[in-house]
């Protein structure tokens, strides 16, 4: 990428270079404008953002209302074991394909229009495109989520508030499991745009992010004990959604270890995606 000048004679009648290049700082920062306005320009972006904070909020309220309206009817080990931040951060289970979908769209998109080709021409340093698509992406999926988290998490606790069976930020583990909540969909997002570009299409990728979160989990369940748990808790979604739990699951990784098992996804996959992206041809 250059950055164009006017061509003028300098005091000595030499004429001045009619562009120069920027600096490896300045090329980033040009990318990331441009990879910004084009993420906010496009109309299913801020659509799959807007269905990430109604999926995040409004199922984390759902569910909110109909424990509370089962609330008497629980045993004493249910109500002990109750997470109620967990439980107001349940519209992330959805909310977390919508941000998966949206980061596939980010590179898979501009394969199927041709677009890349004109990226790439204007930015011949592929590898810099595909991390300011990355940070740029992360960065908003981060912002929105740390909003729809902390909604949700309000509203979830004033309603849980009427049965005395709320939590407060205040509380051990919970400002982590908030934040968490958004750390995951950020770490998801990275991984859609992963599978992107090893797959360069958009239903092949989006199949494949389905399968990790979803199917995965299902088939991993019919296998005999041990194994059943011992594959699960290392699947991305299960995983990394230890991140936004106060109370751990039996046969789970711990907060932070599943959270790096899944941002370890995020990585291999932009490393292998990487690797082919200078390899191949746009």
Not at 70 to 86: C, E, I, K, N, Q
Not at 139 to 168: D, E, N, P, R, Y
Not at 271 to 279: E, R
Request: charged residues 10%.
């Amino acid at each position: 990428m250059t950055v164009t000048t006017d061509v003028t004679p300098s005091p000595s009648g030499t004429p001045r270079p009619a562009s120069v290049e920027p600096g490896p700082g300045g090329l980033f920062r040009a990318v990331a404008r441009a990879e910004w306005t084009k993420m906010r320009t496009v109309r299913s972006t801020v659509w799959s953002l807007l269905v990430t904070i109604g999926l995040t909020v409004g199922l984390g309220a759902l569910f909110a209302a109909a424990r509370v309206s089962r609330w008497d009817t629980l045993g004493r080990a249910a109500r002990v074991d109750f997470d109620p931040t967990r439980f107001s951060l349940n519209g992330l289970l959805l909310a977390q394909l919508a941000i998966g979908v949206l980061g596939v769209l980010m590179i898979t998109s501009e394969y199927a229009t041709g677009q890349i080709r004109a990226t790439f021409g204007a930015t011949p340093q592929r590898l810099t495109v595909l991390v300011a698509k990355v940070v740029v992406f992360v960065v908003v999926v981060l912002v929105v989520g740390l909003v729809s988290c902390f909604t949700a998490f309000g509203i979830g606790q004033s309603i849980f508030a009427g049965k005395h069976a709320g939590a407060s930020l205040g509380d051990p583990d919970v400002l982590r499991a908030v934040i968490g909540g958004a750390l995951y969909l950020a770490a998801l997002g990275a991984l859609g745009i992963g599978l992107g570009v090893i797959l360069r299409r958009t239903a092949g990728a989006i199949a494949t992010l389905v399968g990790l979160l979803l199917v995965a989990p299902v088939l991993a369940s019919f296998l005999p004990s041990p194994w059943n748990d011992d594959i699960q808790k290392y699947l991305p979604g299960l995983a990394g959604g230890a991140i936004f739990r106060v109370i751990p699951e039996a046969n789970a990784l711990s907060p932070w270890a599943g959270f790096a098992v899944l941002v370890g996804y995020a990585v291999a996959s932009l490393v292998v995606g990487g690797v082919l992206l200078v390899m191949r041809d746009a």
